[in-house]
């Protein structure tokens, strides 16, 4: 009985799903509602029965462009929230209109060339709206512009040249509400208008801060306009360089804008998998201005990163970079000096050498050897443990077959 039960449940359900009916409608038939219904049974360009690919074929008696939705037979519920539209060339015309359900939305798929197959297809489209001022020109919606051509090569946000996905990406936006849409070059009523007229309508979008991107995307095979979003990041970081200066480095970054940068995390790797922080920068909070920082690095690594980290505890993570250093012998005083018990003693070399790093008292005794081995050409750090010797002063010494170097160094317990 719960089998038979559970089958009639789920045939009802099937039957319930595909009785929904789903109608063209547009301005071509006076925006009527329930009279051209849609179809998903292999019959009026759709391809396979209960696959939720509806579609019609139907006269439009006037040439010219047509906007056109899907209703499911009331005007409260429409799929997409905006109209697709089409161009007809002939009086009378027949269009192909299709709906797939399964997003809710006009697609365009191009295998099945199941798209309205009647449009003009422009090879220059311009993005116009409020967005947009340009020098010598007063306004806005500004036509026929070279810096706002829209881009189906693989630009911009645009995927794939030549399948017909136009892109305009936007950028350095105050944060505010704007219309925009892409219109033929040098015509307002070419692929929609400048807001004053009656064919494709204006997108509208709101920025939530300040330099967010927007892209702006028209498809010439459904019609459809499409704005997309990115959610900006806290900070905006335009440089960032690892430069070796006399056996340290220095970093130095800038960023463009700032929304709640805590600051910056410093870290440093000589493999570029494992790493380490190294110092920590403050930020700025919040800033709409250019702002530089620098960090001097001690630990003579080959590659660096920042993490900026907000006042909430959210982090990015910057590109890596690579020092930059034109190498030679050096032998750097000591560090802390004076000291207690330990320090550091760094060195470079330009080529692989074996060098000898000792330790002499002020009566020229040696008292340690800390290194009598080959090096990488580089940067290197040597820690020096003096817990075993008395206070006073000592020299170290570097050799190599290439260079050799004594420098004074002060212990005090």
Not at 105 to 120: K, R
Not at 158 to 184: E, N, Q, R
Not at 204 to 215: A, E, G, L, M, R
Not at 283 to 308: E, I
Request: charge should be negative; charged fraction near 15%.
């Amino acid at each position: 009985m719960k089998k038979t039960f559970f089958f009639l449940f789920v045939l009802f359900s099937i039957s319930s799903i595909s009785a929904q009916p789903y109608y063209v409608a547009g301005d071509f038939q006076g925006w009527s509602n329930n009279t051209n219904m849609m179809y998903d049974d292999a019959t009026h360009g759709d391809i396979v029965s209960g696959d939720g690919i509806y579609s019609l074929e139907f006269s439009v008696a006037t040439s010219g462009f047509h906007g056109w939705k899907v209703t499911n037979g009331t005007w409260d519920t429409t799929w997409p929230s905006a109209d697709s539209w089409f161009y007809s060339t002939t009086d009378p015309q027949t269009v192909l209109f299709t709906f797939d359900t399964n997003p809710k939305g006009d697609s365009w798929l191009p295998n099945q060339a199941i798209v309205n197959t009647n449009e003009v297809k422009p090879t220059a489209l311009v993005a116009v709206g409020n967005f947009q001022s340009e020098e010598g020109e007063s306004g806005d919606w500004i036509n026929n512009s070279t810096i706002t051509a829209m881009h189906d090569d693989g630009l911009d946000g645009d995927w794939l040249s030549g399948d017909g996905i136009f892109c305009y990406h936007m950028t350095s936006l105050p944060t505010g509400s704007y219309s925009a849409k892409g219109v033929k070059t040098g015509e307002w009523n070419g692929w929609g208008t400048d807001g004053r007229s009656q064919d494709a309508k204006n997108i509208d979008f709101i920025t939530t801060s300040n330099n967010q991107n927007v892209y702006l995307y028209v498809d010439v095979n459904s019609g459809r306009t499409i704005i997309t979003l990115d959610n900006p990041l806290p900070v905006e970081l335009v440089s960032f360089t690892a430069k070796a200066m006399d056996l340290v480095v220095l970093l130095e970054w800038e960023t463009a804008t700032e929304v709640n940068n805590y600051g910056f995390d410093v870290e440093a790797s000589n493999d570029n998998v494992n790493w380490n922080v190294i110092g920590f920068v403050e930020g700025n909070g919040n800033s709409n201005s250019p702002k530089s920082y620098s960090f001097v690095a001690t630990d003579n690594s080959k590659y660096y990163r920042l993490k900026q980290v907000d006042t909430d505890g959210g982090f990015e993570y910057s590109g890596v970079v690579e020092v930059a250093a034109e190498l030679s012998y050096k032998l750097a005083q000591n560090h802390p000096n004076p000291f207690n018990p330990t320090t550091k003693i760094n060195f470079s070399i330009p080529e692989v050498a074996k060098v000898s790093i000792t330790v002499f008292n002020a009566l020229g005794q040696e008292v340690a050897e800390l290194a009598n081995r080959e090096f990488a050409v580089g940067n290197h750090s040597i820690e020096f443990n003096a817990s075993n010797l008395n206070s006073g002063i000592y020299f170290y010494r570097l050799q190599s077959s290439n260079y050799s170097k004594t420098m004074k160094m002060l212990l005090i317990k």
